[in-house]
């Protein structure tokens, strides 16, 4: 992976915790809002900010199509009172993406290129990003 500067583990490192802030700030509706600003913003210029802004709005669209399957199948299942009892989950399936961004975060502000389950390879090898 090509060496990133500082400049760029920030940039990187904020397209994570922009999707943590909008995440919990929206109850999880834009996760995907900065990783999407960030990307279009240095998809030409800076490969590994570039890499890390992409896995972080495609992770963030897979992670929101989750929490909406799963609360919908609480509140349908709430009307036949068994889905009181999985509300707990709704709540465990918003808190999984925010903790997994975060390590993403620490670990991109590191230089790391850190891939993130589901999405990473994918990309990886849809950034300019030269071995």
Not at 62 to 72: E, H, K, N
Request: proline letters at 5%; charged letters at 10%; one cysteine or more.
């Amino acid at each position: 992976m090509p060496a990133t500067t500082a400049e760029d583990r920030t940039y990187a490192m904020l397209s994570h915790t922009g999707a943590i802030l909008s995440v919990v700030l929206s109850l999880g509706g834009l996760g995907w809002a900065v990783p999407l600003f960030m990307w279009l913003l240095n998809r030409e210029r800076r490969p590994s900010v570039a890499f890390h802004a992409l896995q972080a709005l495609l992770f963030n669209l897979l992670w929101m199509s989750i929490f909406l399957i799963t609360g919908t199948v609480v509140v349908a299942l709430c009307v036949l009172i068994i889905g009181l009892a999985l509300l707990p989950l709704v709540f465990i399936v918003w808190l999984i993406p925010l903790i997994w961004s975060a390590v993403a975060a620490i670990k991109a502000s590191a230089g790391e290129w850190y891939l993130l389950p589901g999405v990473g390879k994918f990309a990886l090898a849809h950034t300019a990003v030269q071995s």
